[in-house]
């Protein structure tokens, strides 16, 4: 009995051994993110362990469609994205010091970009923090822009694109806070969606949509901009640019929202306190009201809110 307990067991051992040397080899998924810090090294794979000091690097690392990811709090260098990526700092300070150029440059026809949680400073001689001059869409999401000597954000596609702003600000531009203007006349046209967002202080305008561009604005502020809140102006090439505003706030602007040969639909609106018009139209611009919410009180020289259309 004892025997045959003994080769039963050397049996299930041999077995054993055979199974391990025919099992397949697994290879490990590779981190799609790569990672930051402010005392990191440009060099190797940018993983959490090992972080890389620039987006660019990290950038260069990262797979299509990846993730770039901040340790800790710091700027982490201008780069240029032309491919899909997603780039978040969390609850970590981390952006972009762009003192000349742009701070970011995005141009790919297919990017699917998301910035999240960034901030992005200009110091006053930045060009722009944020241009896409082409991608299939954009995401900014909790991005903080300011102090640049053009656009807070300059959107010039080429091909129809999308430009999503939520939760977010852009301060101190020299010329708008957001430029849509597209580069080619287009049908359909660039897709511009604002939400839960300021912009303050802007040279220009706080935002500007020209020709073969739409936009929607939800829930933001556009305050204390030196010329207009808002303008939909039409340069003649394309679909005439069309803005709607959904509880939209134009407060200690020269204009609160000029029509410039574009439409203008307003719902829920408060235009107040602009020095010169609440609202303005001109060469052929329409300001359009959808019902009877809006206010238009305390600007300079005109109040004028018309009947619901």
Known sequence: MLKSLKSLNGLIS?????????????????DPNTWVSSGGVDSGSCTRANPCATFAF??????????IDCVDAGSYGVLTIAKSIT????????????????????????????LRNLTIAGAGTGTNGISI????????????????????????????????VRNSSVQGSGTFGILSQP??????????????????????????????????VVNSLFLGNLTNGVISENIGAGLAPTLYLERVVCSGNDVGAYANGGKIYMSNTVITNNASFGLRFNRGGNIYQQ???NVCIGNGISNYCSSPV
Do not use: Y
């Open 133 to 164: 001059t082409d991608a299939a869409s954009v995401t900014l999401d909790n991005v903080s822009i300011r102090g640049q000597s053009a656009s807070g954000v300059s959107f010039t596609p080429a091909l129809a694109s999308k430009l999503i």
């Open 291 to 293: 019902n009877t919410g």
């Open 183 to 216: 580069s080619a006349a287009l049908s359909p046209p660039a897709a511009v969606t604002v939400s839960d967002s300021t912009f303050a202080g802007n040279g220009l305008a706080g935002m500007k949509v020209r020709s073969s561009s739409w936009a929607t």
């Open 14 to 30: 041999a077995v054993a051994i055979v199974l391990s040397a025919a099992a397949p080899t697994v290879s490990a998924t590779p």
């Open 58 to 67: 990290a950038l260069s690392a990262s797979p299509a469609g990846g993730e």
């Open 87 to 114: 780039i978040d700092c969390g609850a970590q300070a981390g952006g972009v010091w762009n003192t000349s150029g742009n701070g970011i440059t995005i141009n790919s026809s297919s990017a699917i970009v998301v």
